[in-house]
């Protein structure tokens, strides 16, 4: 009988013997790409993380002790051993997430956050327990990308200000930074660093050799630094504990035995330490070890045994983007590429190959990412800074005071806007058109199709004295939608066939299809339709106003947030133009959405074809009774 088949919760790790737990951790590999291939996931983090969730899970009792995972992407390992192995609708609707999720355990504290935040997280939890007298203990693993993030250090500054506050920080070090420290030197130069003894034995020497006339103060200082220097030299922990914490590493991070060696030890201090483990990413897994680019970080169905990917889905909104920008490049010296740590994913891996000395990987830190863009801008390059819509939000204020308010020339390019779907509540990119609106001087634009992203992107570098944005979604573009006409700077898409139409239906981005769909099933209701695509939805076209004023409805419908979204802009410009119109706006509502494909969150959503269609037959039924027949009932209005 597998192992893994025995495992219900944490506590039943503590009947195993090591070598069991080498067989356990075979046998969850095995599970891993067996279940993730089926599904796609996060494969690659998981892989590398199997050994020390096994630890962790042994030496810490869960939930009554707090593990936090950052980001969460590699808690596939932490749900199997709590209980959860039905992986067969992972990220699909019904099933697990591909995160930690409250509503599925409660071993799971943080949801599907966005990273370099547990350290955050942990700090309050610390000074809870502390305030509440509870001796539970507080861990939080975090990668060592995940440490390129400014809010992580922030929060390291606040753990390290309390000595006596128990927090244990576990390094997922999966890049191999430092290679390992082995031996018996290391180990015991760990424990010393972890036990009271050791502090008491620096603060007594310290004192008497601070009182020694003349030479005792520089002869500790000589001391202290050669002790510093030579603990570097050993391990690199001095950057941690210069700031105030306790050190224990490098461990090797497949290595059970040492793990657990090294969390008790972490677990008995009582104050805040830093565990370093070294992993590897994709490990026990070939062709993730042979994947250069990020080592199967994430995939979509495989082959199981060779790792290629079972289907394509053609050309994606990404790829489109990619190859606009190496032409852009190629055309434009001053053209320049900023990520977060998303080269890859973002598109920009065509570019930084073409021009290595054009585009800087900040990491993730995408606050600094917006200013660092401002100041390239204010040097005289145009810097195109890609992002997911959704981690945009963390730079809100950096794009506000810091590119336009000095008026710099710098595109945001946002993938993975609007529904995405599988990853679940906060990877939905679903806040940047509402947020974005109040930015003075920003231009936003959704482009619709693979033709658009190639021309808004060039008109949005073109721009040299106000923010522009250009927002498209995840996976398959789909084929081109063709404008019929031009209205001021907005397409139109499809014309009513009539000189009194009755509806005008404002489609942006990708949404062009569906809204194509909507007019045509409004026409067999003998309803007459105006399609019309913005472009540039922010600022709302000075166009739209005496075009809905010939229409008896407006329409709007976005892949965004209803509130503050386009349809509210749109809204607030009709009022402006004192265009008395009845306008009503299709969206997504203002909750967060749980983890399904991106046809089923819409269905959920009401923000399909026939349900939007349904609700403005209605409303133009509505109009019909109000004026032709004014004494009808509501119940016949509706029919």
Same mark, same amino acid.
């Given at each position: 009988?597998?192992?893994?088949? #025995?495992? !219900?919760?944490?506590?039943?790790?503590?009947?195993?013997?090591?070598?069991?737990?080498?067989?356990?951790?075979?046998?969850? !590999?095995?599970?891993?790409?067996?279940?993730?291939?089926?599904?796609?996931?996060?494969?690659? &983090?998981?892989?590398?993380?199997?050994?020390?969730?096994?630890?962790?899970?042994?030496?810490?009792?869960?939930?009554?002790?707090?593990?936090?995972?950052?980001?969460?992407?590699?808690?596939?390992?932490?749900?199997?051993?709590?209980?959860?192995?039905?992986?067969?609708?992972?990220?699909?609707?019904?099933?697990?997430?591909?995160?930690?999720?409250?509503?599925?355990?409660?071993?799971?504290?943080?949801?599907?956050?966005?990273?370099?935040?547990?350290?955050?997280?942990?700090?309050?939890?610390?000074?809870?327990?502390?305030?509440?007298?509870?001796?539970?203990?507080?861990?939080?693993?975090?990668?060592?990308?995940?440490?390129?993030?400014?809010?992580?250090?922030?929060?390291?500054?606040?753990?390290?200000?309390?000595?006596?506050?128990? $927090?244990?920080?576990?390094?997922?070090?999966?890049?191999?930074?430092?290679?390992?420290?082995?031996?018996? $030197?290391?180990?015991?130069?760990?424990?010393?660093?972890?036990?009271?003894?050791?502090? #008491?034995?620096?603060?007594?020497?310290?004192?008497?050799?601070?009182?020694?006339?003349?030479?005792?103060?520089?002869?500790?200082?000589?001391?202290?630094?050669?002790?510093?220097?030579?603990?570097?030299?050993?391990?690199?922990?001095?950057?941690?504990?210069?700031?105030?914490?306790?050190?224990?590493?490098?461990?090797?991070?497949?290595?059970?035995?040492?793990?657990?060696?090294?969390?008790?030890?972490?677990?008995?201090?009582?104050?805040?330490?830093?565990?370093?483990?070294?992993?590897?990413?994709?490990?026990?897994?070939?062709?993730?070890?042979?994947?250069?680019?990020?080592?199967?970080?994430?995939?979509?169905?495989?082959?199981?045994?060779?790792?290629?990917?079972?289907?394509?889905?053609?050309?994606?909104?990404?790829?489109?983007?990619?190859?606009?920008?190496?032409?852009?490049?190629?055309?434009?010296?001053?053209?320049?590429?900023?990520?977060?740590?998303?080269?890859?994913?973002?598109?920009?891996?065509?570019?930084?190959?073409?021009?290595?000395?054009?585009?800087?990987?900040?990491?993730?830190?995408?606050?600094?990412?917006?200013?660092?863009?401002?100041?390239?801008?204010?040097?005289?390059?145009? &810097?195109?800074?890609?992002?997911?819509?959704?981690?945009?939000?963390?730079?809100?204020?950096?794009?506000?005071?810091?590119?336009?308010?000095?008026?710099?020339?710098?595109?945001?390019?946002?993938?993975?806007?609007? =529904?995405?779907?599988?990853?679940?509540?906060?990877?939905?990119?679903?806040?940047?058109?509402?947020?974005?609106?109040?930015?003075?001087?920003? !231009?936003?634009?959704?482009?619709?199709?693979?033709?658009?992203?190639?021309?808004?992107? #060039?008109?949005?570098?073109?721009?040299?004295?106000? &923010?522009?944005?250009?927002?498209?979604?995840?996976?398959?573009?789909?084929?081109?939608?063709?404008?019929?006409?031009?209205?001021?700077?907005?397409?139109?898409?499809?014309?009513?066939?009539? /000189?009194?139409?009755?509806?005008?239906?404002?489609?942006?981005?990708?949404?062009?299809?569906?809204?194509?769909?909507?007019?045509?099933?409004? /026409?067999?209701?003998?309803?007459?339709?105006?399609?019309? +695509?913005?472009?540039?939805?922010? &600022?709302?076209?000075?166009?739209?106003?005496?075009?809905?004023?010939?229409?008896?409805?407006?329409?709007?419908?976005? +892949?965004?947030?209803?509130?503050?979204?386009?349809?509210?802009?749109?809204?607030?410009?009709?009022? +402006?133009?004192?265009?008395?119109?009845?306008?009503?706006?299709?969206?997504?509502?203002?909750?967060? $959405?749980?983890?399904?494909?991106?046809?089923?969150?819409?269905?959920? =959503?009401? $923000?399909?074809?026939?349900?939007?269609?349904?609700?403005?037959?209605?409303?133009?039924?509505?109009?019909?009774?109000?004026?032709?027949?004014?004494?009808?009932?509501?119940?016949?209005?509706?029919?």
């Amino acid at each position: 009988m597998p192992l893994l088949t #025995r495992i !219900r919760g944490p506590r039943d790790l503590d009947r195993l013997s090591l070598e069991q737990l080498d067989q356990l951790a075979g046998e969850i !590999r095995t599970f891993l790409v067996e279940e993730v291939s089926k599904t796609g996931g996060h494969l690659g &983090p998981n892989l590398g993380v199997v050994e020390l969730t096994i630890a962790l899970h042994r030496v810490f009792e869960s939930p009554k002790d707090r593990i936090l995972w950052d980001t969460g992407h590699q808690s596939y390992v932490h749900k199997l051993l709590t209980g959860r192995q039905d992986f067969s609708k992972l990220k699909m609707k019904g099933g697990l997430s591909g995160y930690p999720s409250q509503a599925e355990s409660e071993h799971d504290v943080i949801e599907n956050s966005h990273a370099s935040t547990v350290l955050g997280w942990a700090d309050g939890l610390a000074k809870a327990n502390e305030v509440l007298r509870k001796e539970d203990h507080v861990v939080a693993v975090i990668g060592d990308g995940a440490l390129t993030g400014g809010m992580a250090w922030e929060a390291l500054n606040n753990i390290a200000d309390a000595k006596d506050r128990p $927090l244990v920080i576990v390094v997922n070090d999966n890049e191999r930074s430092y290679a390992p420290t082995i031996g018996g $030197l290391a180990n015991h130069l760990a424990t010393l660093r972890t036990t009271d003894g050791y502090e #008491r034995f620096l603060a007594r020497g310290k004192d008497i050799l601070e009182r020694t006339p003349v030479v005792g103060k520089p002869l500790y200082e000589t001391l202290h630094g050669a002790k510093k220097g030579l603990k570097d030299f050993i391990a690199p922990q001095g950057m941690f504990e210069d700031l105030g914490l306790k050190y224990v590493g490098p461990i090797d991070g497949h290595d059970i035995e040492a793990l657990e060696s090294a969390l008790v030890r972490a677990k008995r201090f009582g104050g805040p330490v830093i565990v370093h483990c070294l992993t590897e990413k994709g490990r026990g897994y070939q062709p993730a070890l042979q994947d250069e680019a990020d080592r199967f970080h994430a995939v979509g169905k495989i082959h199981p045994d060779t790792g290629l990917p079972i289907a394509s889905s053609g050309a994606d909104w990404t790829s489109v983007f990619g190859e606009e920008m190496v032409k852009l490049g190629k055309e434009r010296e001053d053209v320049v590429a900023i990520t977060a740590a998303m080269l890859q994913p973002v598109g920009l891996d065509k570019f930084a190959k073409a021009f290595p000395d054009r585009v800087y990987d900040v990491g993730i830190a995408e606050q600094h990412a917006a200013v660092s863009a401002a100041g390239l801008a204010t040097g005289g390059l145009h &810097p195109v800074f890609a992002v997911y819509a959704t981690f945009l939000n963390r730079a809100f204020d950096q794009v506000l005071m810091d590119v336009a308010l000095h008026k710099c020339g710098v595109t945001f390019v946002l993938d993975r806007a609007g =529904i995405t779907g599988t990853d679940g509540a906060s990877h939905n990119g679903m806040w940047d058109m509402s947020i974005l609106q109040v930015v003075p001087g920003l !231009r936003l634009a959704a482009p619709r199709d693979a033709d658009q992203v190639r021309a808004q992107l #060039r008109e949005a570098v073109e721009v040299t004295d106000a &923010p522009t944005v250009v927002r498209f979604s995840k996976g398959a573009v789909g084929p081109a939608v063709p404008a019929v006409g031009r209205i001021g700077g907005m397409d139109v898409l499809r014309e009513p066939g009539t /000189d009194a139409p009755d509806v005008l239906l404002v489609s942006v981005g990708a949404l062009a299809p569906m809204c194509l769909e909507i007019a045509g099933l409004l /026409d067999k209701q003998g309803i007459s339709t105006t399609v019309v +695509d913005p472009r540039w939805v922010k &600022p709302v076209d000075e166009a739209m106003a005496p075009l809905a004023e010939q229409h008896r409805v407006v329409v709007t419908v976005e +892949d965004n947030s209803r509130v503050g979204g386009v349809g509210s802009a749109v809204a607030q410009a009709l009022r +402006d133009a004192g265009v008395d119109v009845p306008l009503r706006d299709f969206g997504i509502p203002p909750r967060f $959405l749980d983890h399904a494909s991106r046809k089923e969150v819409l269905a959920e =959503i009401g $923000l399909t074809a026939p349900d939007i269609a349904r609700q403005v037959t209605g409303l133009v039924s509505k109009l019909d009774g109000r004026f032709e027949q004014p004494h009808a009932t509501v119940e016949s209005a509706r029919d």
